[in-house]
């Protein structure tokens, strides 16, 4: 009994970083097709626009039963508007769990039907959060261990044009 | 693309909860084959025997893609001879997730193909462990509403022939 | 020896959710009066004014024993002008713990005589804070579940507003 | 309209610490009736005896109206039998809150009416539990600032008799 | 085999407290010498400058093998910059841990030789942060058992020049 | 100013592992002398007599400035009888830290001049404690990763003699 199941992966991905790209690939493997959905929240100010964003996971997560998408509005009414069964989210450590978990919660009750899983990165991006990566990079720190290259390539762009 | 993923949900089950319960169900519908794996530790005292552990699911977990087993040995090892692709844990709160970071962590070291992933089971059973459930039966609470109903029978038995 | 002790809930109420209204009637149980009091502070934007977060309370917790009113400045200072004998706060998960130990310890520091006991809100609330519900409920979410009917109204209406 | 309100503060207290006697003397404050419960659970391996917990507490906390009882069996019962209203359990750190939190809400899952109250004890006792007090005066250490002296001379025959 | 280790203790000081004031004290016993490094982050608000920052900590740090010093830009620039052999940090609870634990394996990913060690602070300063302390001095609270006197006094100023 | 440290690393090492190793070597760094100190607690069952947890940390932490001895009694002894200035432990994740943590403050309580540091092991080594690691070697899992040659040898020996 082959199961056909639609994995959606929600988050800012501002930018996306190594953590992110190896939370998809994970995904990617357990799931029929996995939505990367880009969240578009008007209330919160983004350091990349939405097609940035968009692009940079579309040219980093070459995978075939991936696809990049973005939404606004509420993450429970995506869910239901593309028929997907699972939301996959990322833990690295305990802060983000209770957040994820009071989020998992909520959605639950927003729509019972919205299973949250977690998947844990690769032990090296424990510490690795785009807005820490964010305050390093306009820092002048390397990063291109922890981002894909044309993500860092646009963080330079932006540590240089602001000094 | 439809997927044929194997799921182990493995644990000692000493007894079954209807937390334990709800996560099989969750898993169930998300994976082709759910394997729950009864751990038999020569190391550990269990109240109930593994027979008995193993046919308590069986008659709770009354589901198509659902297999009921034990194990002998370590769990990656297990993981590997049943072909599994992923591995089932329920979380419940920080405590839980200490330990299940670190087992998780641990299995991928064994084995790097060893993918734990993680559900919440519902709201109501944030509470309910098995060592909890059994320390307040064998004081005579009524259980009912944390346990199937044959596990509810068979704590029954030993609380009386202990008194 | 029948007590009279006076209880003080504060918060920012911003806005009143059920799990605030679960606590509130938790409190007013144990205690012969319950200060509901709502913080205004200069330095934070609220969502609501403080006429509306007292109005919401006041028409949505009607208990006898309960009085709504509003502070400025140092809660410590609040405490002891209306000769409290313990200051009440809602509990959560940990990240609620943390914060909320630390805010006791401080308010012990600068007066000895303030004791802080944490209530435990309806399993079911969980997952609720003002924070996020502000944030679902302008992304359009159906609310009607975790807050009073007068606070469901004014969410819409802001909501309805900023489109 | 003063409240008459029946607190009950269970606990092995094996043996009585300083950290016990700060929320005895804070919980007295608050409630009409203090009842300190000392558990006896047949299935625990206690250092004192039961009528040596008790007595212990009874020499130590000398305060009008806490009474010091045993109990066996469920908590949940013994609250029902003594008509409480409250329960009070002392909450020190995450590790502690975790615990005690799953406990409260058990509690109030086997019934409905048991209120759980969390104190917090002097910030000079936050590392201080019976465990690790009976484990540093096996090997000798000075206690004194930890424990009533009727504990301590208690715990240094034992020492001694180890020996 | 006298060591020669050169420590930093970075952060915001904003301003300095009586916590930071007894992580100096404590660092200082244990290394040769102890750099406190003043952040200067132009991306954050602070409420003293940089210059006002590191003057309170000169006055108030008395000590012999302290130095205080700011620093733009990286840490881990910084860091080797002035040839240090460790990082200091202190810890007061789960939630500085987590945070506190992110950022040194960060420094430890940009910087292998980034040794980071964490000291505790006097239990009487759990409680204690800038951001905590800030906010009580601007509602008026006394503030002279938190913090050195020159900061006291500068925190009066600035809480009277508001109203 | 150089300072002549002296550093104790107390553990019960049963068995070493090589996270324990690498404390041991970034501490090594750090101060003039280090002390690994085996605590004999004849309350607690341990896996490796006294002579072979000594003897197996000697033959692998081959460093100039690391003695390696035992200690009987109270920790808080054994650090003022070898006229020691900072305890070294290592911190791994939260559930380490919150029990660290009360023994650093009770430490410090039995002896104000007790001074604890805490070191973070490699990110590889997140997953790894002496008693998880016994628990996987007894169920026949391949541990060279995770332990010095001579404790893999010894452990093989053990588990091979069980069966």
């Keep these: 009994m082959k199961k056909d199941i639609i994995a959606v ?16 690939s994970r ?3 357990l799931f029929s097709v996995l939505i990367v959905a880009v969240a578009e929240n008007p209330n919160k100010k983004h ?11 579309e040219s980093s997560a070459n995978i075939a039963n991936v696809k990049v998408t973005f939404f606004t509005g509420l993450l429970a009414d995506f869910f239901v508007s593309v028929q997907a069964d699972v939301l996959i989210r ?28 977690f998947l844990m990165p690769d032990q090296a991006y424990t510490f690795l959060s785009s807005s ?30 602001k000094k």
Excluded: W
């Excluded at 350091?47 to 996971?57: A, D, H, K, N, T």
């Excluded at 802060?95 to 998992?104: I, L, T, V």
């Design 9 to 24: 992966y929600p988050g800012s991905f501002d930018p996306l970083t190594n953590a992110h790209l190896d939370i998809i």
């Design 27 to 29: 995904a990617a493997k």
């Design 47 to 57: 350091l990349f626009s939405m097609s940035e964003r968009v692009s940079m996971i």
């Design 90 to 117: 990322g833990l690295r450590a305990v802060s983000d769990f209770e957040y994820e978990f009071q989020m998992a919660l909520m959605n639950r009750n927003l729509n019972a039907k919205i299973e949250t899983i």
């Design 132 to 161: 820490m990566l964010k305050e390093i990079a306009m820092l002048g720190a390397d990063i291109k261990d922890f981002v894909p290259h044309c993500v860092e390539e646009k963080l330079k762009e932006i540590s240089i044009s």
